[in-house]
């Protein structure tokens, strides 16, 4: 029989016919699986042939219907093919004429290159870079070694050597085969060449690379991100079933070697933006923990946890998705809140009293107007959340003696007096009526597992590690034993939108020699990341361990493309929510499922009145996103924090005016105290910033009246 590869990009095109034209890609790629090479060259329903003039002479074509077409290549060991492209008549023509497979000579991979759009990319680069004559090249700090070491195609090294921004250098990766693309972004930052061949190639030895064996070059490490050899029955169809979810399969070198190394020696942090993939390391790291237990470890043995429940609820599904049923027998999925909840119940013999937030208020205000206390009820609750709580302090005195670090407020020891009555006569309360904070119970589950022998988990996977607090840090630390491959981390800081900021050493968690950061976004389109990034700023970003982190070319980095996104100015509400109806309903048109459309917003409150809106105008049903993430067919729309850990291919962020965004109650007072009000304000801008990077390839962004503060810098542009 044949063996079938499939690339990447089929996939999402694949995902992108209508359902008659689907059927008949799978049932054609059935027949590739099942037919011997000579079967396929004869049978007449597949249509398999050479093209006349073409670039490259291994690529056929295959007839899908009267509209589409797709490529495939003929790798030459009379077995092997490569399903690599659908398209329109128009659009395979074009790909025949321009496109070549060869290996890579230096990493061994198998790639597609674009003869034609390079030749025009890098002519046109020349043009450009020619206008900036006495600035400094940006690969000045690279020798010519450092290009070939990393497979880069020498002929390109004249248009390198005068690129002198990171816009020049854009243009010309755009047609480039990914690993080469990957090498140049790289080679702009400092990292030394022999640890970046490794995140791109593996353990490939340059030296051993056979440029004839188009076989072996299909499962090399560098081209596992955009090709994939079938290998079992039931796969193919499993793949064309979700042709989105290329994440189970195709992973980069880099995602590989995080994921499936056999042995960590401690704690793990893996650091990356939105859409590298973070927590398709931590899923991938949760099966190949579950792969390694023997047959006797009967029960949860690895516990994946996150912050809120709606994540956990996509992570549970999502790891179904990878290893079934029988992997969620070795794996539990939990939100930090409900293990700490369950651990505390156990341990006491009754469900515990959590009170909620406006509850909790309502204490702090009381305390305030009964005994004359001079702070503010958001003050005193972060003082006892980010102070206190954080540093486990118990009494009067460890408070007196704790570090303020980061605090805006400055307290003498008068001030502290009164922040420490004020928490004491909150906690009576909570004390008389039993109940208590998540975080309260984060404290006391951790206490108990302190004294227990045998830990609950033998491996933790931690994913959105940002929005952690250290009380739940140490409850994690307490729920697995200090040893090898313990706690794998996944987060990233400019992520963060919950007021919480903790340092892995200062709980005990150590990660030294053990940090690692993704690179490459895989889910929003280039035009999409930029906007967005430029929205962030630069910004006070830490790597979750107290070391900064920020954002940069080398470091961060799309290479899917796509249109820019829209911004949608109105003079009122009613004009703006038919913008956003018209939107919606261009984008249906366009073949998007309305379950693959998001609507974003801000405010719970301004949710009913958006679903009515679209419904009303576009025609379209509409669904709310709520903590149960099951729903039907429908647009979905939610809060911009029910959107964190989800992906659509449009999303539309509404009522985006300084009014509303930032929240007015999500900002502390400036006068009280202007680096709270600050740390809440980049809060914000996180949030805003976590809705923009849900979108895989439409961006529409509406308001009505003033728009958000924060759209300045992309307004400006």
Not at 113 to 125: G, H, K, M, P
Not at 413 to 431: C, M, T
Request: aromatic share 6%.
């Amino acid at each position: 029989m044949a063996k079938l590869a499939l690339s990447r990009d089929l996939l999402t095109e694949f995902a992108r016919l209508e359902k008659r034209a689907q059927s008949r890609v799978s049932e054609l790629a059935d027949k590739f699986q099942r037919m011997t090479a000579q079967e396929l060259r004869s049978a007449k329903g597949i249509h398999l042939e050479s093209y006349n003039n073409g670039r490259d002479p291994r690529a056929k074509t295959i007839r899908i219907d009267s509209n589409h077409r797709g490529v495939v290549i003929d790798i030459g060991d009379d077995e092997t093919y490569v399903l690599t492209h659908i398209g329109t008549h128009d659009q395979i023509d074009r790909w025949m004429m321009q496109n070549v497979s060869r290996v890579n000579e230096v990493t061994g991979a198998f790639e597609i290159v674009n003869v034609v759009a390079i030749e025009e990319a890098v002519e046109d680069t020349q043009n450009r870079a020619g206008q900036n004559a006495g600035a400094t090249p940006i690969f000045a700090h690279r020798p010519e070694k450092d290009f070939r070491q990393l497979g880069v195609d020498l002929d390109l090294l004249p248009v390198l050597r005068v690129i002198t921004s990171e816009e020049q250098l854009e243009a010309l990766l755009k047609p480039l085969p990914q690993s080469q693309a990957e090498a140049l972004i790289c080679l702009t930052g400092n990292e030394p060449v022999d640890v970046l061949f490794g995140q791109i190639a593996g353990d490939v030895d340059p030296g051993s690379v056979d440029t004839t064996d188009l076989a072996a070059a299909l499962t090399a490490p560098a081209s596992r991100s955009q090709f994939h050899v079938l290998t079992s029955e039931g796969e193919l169809a499993d793949m064309l079933a979700l042709p989105l979810a290329q994440w189970r399969t195709y992973l980069h070198t880099s995602q590989q070697q995080l994921a499936y190394r056999p042995v960590y020696n401690g704690s793990v942090r893996v650091t990356g933006g939105a859409g590298t993939g973070k927590t398709v390391v931590a899923m991938h790291r949760a099966k190949a923990l579950a792969d390694q237990l023997s047959d006797a470890e009967s029960g949860p043995q690895i516990l994946f946890t996150t912050f809120t429940r709606n994540l956990s609820q996509v992570i549970e599904r999502d790891l179904r998705l990878l290893g079934g049923g029988d992997l969620l027998e070795h794996v539990e999925v939990l939100n930090v809140d409900r293990l700490a909840y369950r651990i505390v119940q156990e341990a006491e013999g009754a469900q515990p009293r959590v009170i909620d937030g406006s509850a909790l208020n309502d204490y702090w205000q009381d305390v305030i107007d009964e005994h004359g206390i001079e702070f503010t009820r958001e003050f005193l609750h972060s003082e006892w959340e980010q102070v206190i709580l954080a540093q486990g302090c118990l009494s009067r005195s460890d408070y007196f003696n704790a570090p303020r670090s980061g605090r805006g407020l400055r307290l003498d020891r008068r001030g502290r007096a009164e922040v420490w009555k004020a928490v004491e006569l909150v906690n009576q309360r909570l004390a008389t009526r039993n109940e208590r904070t998540y975080l309260q119970l984060a404290q006391a589950a951790a206490g108990y597992l302190s004294t227990r022998a045998v830990k609950p988990y033998k491996h933790i996977v931690v994913d959105e590690a940002q929005d952690l607090h250290e009380q739940q840090w140490r409850l994690l630390r307490a729920a697995a034993p200090t040893g090898p491959n313990d706690l794998f981390i996944v987060g990233d800081s400019h992520q963060r939108i919950y007021d919480r900021k903790s340092s892995l050493s200062k709980v005990d968690i150590n990660i030294r020699g053990r940090s690692h950061r993704l690179r490459i976004n895989y889910r929003t389109t280039h035009e999409i990341l930029g906007w967005a990034l430029t929205l962030l700023g630069e910004g006070d970003f830490d790597d979750l361990d107290g070391g900064p982190d920020n954002h940069d070319f080398a470091g961060y980095h799309s290479y899917l493309h796509g249109d820019a996104p829209e911004t949608s100015a109105n003079r009122s509400k009613r004009e703006q929510y038919e913008a956003l109806a018209l939107r919606v309903r261009s984008w249906v048109e366009l073949g998007i499922a309305p379950e693959d459309i998001g609507i974003a917003v801000r405010a719970q409150g301004n949710v009913d009145a958006i679903r009515n809106a679209v419904l009303a105008g576009s025609g379209q049903p509409a669904v709310t996103l709520d903590q149960n993430l099951e729903h039907g067919e429908g647009v979905r729309i939610g809060t911009m924090h029910r959107m964190k850990g989800l992906e659509f291919r449009a999303v539309a962020i509404a009522d985006a005016d300084d009014d509303t965004i930032p929240s007015r109650n999500a900002l502390t007072a400036r006068h009280a105290d202007e680096v709270q009000y600050r740390a809440d304000l980049q809060r914000e801008l996180c949030l805003l910033y976590v809705a923009c990077t849900r979108a895989r390839e439409h961006l529409w962004i509406g308001w009505s009246g003033k728009p958000s503060r924060f759209l300045g810098p992309v307004l400006d542009r």
